[in-house]
T-cell receptor, first 115, second 111 residues
Framework: AQSVTQLGSHVSVSEGALVLLRCNYS??????LFWYVQYPNQGLQLLLK??????LVKGINGFEAEFKKSETSFHLTKPSAHMSDAAEYFC?????????????FGQGTTLQVKP | NAGVTQTPKFRVLKTGQSMTLLCAQD?????MYWYRQDPGMGLRLIHY???????AKGEVPDGYNVSRLKKQNFLLGLESAAPSQTSVYFC??????????FGPGTRLTVT
């Protein structure tokens, strides 16, 4: 069975500081990995995804994530936080062999950016 | 393109009442999903569909039914609402192994 664990339900950083949101997954087959962002009272928007190929993935708004198979991790980073990055972030996993496209989501991490 | 739309945006029900949530997508996606979002629990899959006329149970299907009579629409029904079904409901659609596109959500309160 697949699972996703996001370490830290709340992360607070100062504007301009490094953002690091942690995600570890469990999967018995090669995973597809996703990071989504949810702004208040909105739906989820894809930030980036890993399917195959390069393990360092760049997404929108300056975010990137690195797939580390040996650590079963897919942590999200951004070099310099902006006030507009304040939102909830979800890591998700699916099976590369899936015929349903189902995603398993982590519990979410709320990012607070302080001025 | 409107993407994924959901109707209604807000709804308040009394215990025992029924209602249907409508999800529509204009991207010609085969796959559609219904999730519920509760604080601290992420998104949990209720039901999903891999094509017109097909549906399947997800992680938390009890108390819900779905139908996919047309490719572009996916309906979620609550036959007898319970306070435990107070939640925010999201619909999503995708190609088979592609990213899922989410609607704006429906906030449901059951009193």
């Amino acid at each position: 069975a697949q699972s996703v664990t996001q370490l830290g339900s709340h992360v607070s950083v100062s504007e301009g500081a490094l953002v690091l949101l942690r995600c570890n997954y469990s999967s018995s087959v090669p995973p597809y990995l996703f990071w989504y962002v949810q702004y208040p009272n909105q739906g989820l928007q894809l930030l980036l995804k890993y399917t195959t190929g390069a393990t360092l993935v760049k997404g929108i708004n300056g975010f990137e994530a690195e797939f580390k198979k040996s650590e079963t991790s897919f942590h999200l980073t951004k070099p310099s936080a902006h006030m507009s990055d304040a939102a909830e972030y979800f890591c998700a996993v699916s099976r590369s062999s899936s015929n349903t496209g189902k995603l398993i989501f982590g519990q979410g991490t709320t990012l607070q950016v302080k001025p | 393109n409107a993407g994924v739309t959901q109707t209604p945006k807000f709804r308040v029900l009394k215990t025992g009442q029924s209602m249907t949530l409508l999800c529509a997508q204009d991207m010609n996606h085969e796959y559609m999903y219904w999730y519920r979002q509760d604080p601290g629990m992420g998104l949990r899959l209720i039901h999903y569909s891999v094509g017109e006329g097909t549906t399947a149970k997800g992680e938390v299907p009890d108390g819900y039914n779905v139908s996919r009579l047309k490719k572009q629409n996916f309906l979620l029904g609550l036959e007898s609402a319970a306070p435990s079904q107070t939640s925010v409901y999201f619909c999503a659609s995708s190609y088979q192994l592609g990213e899922q596109y989410f609607g704006p959500g429906t906030r449901l309160t059951v009193t």
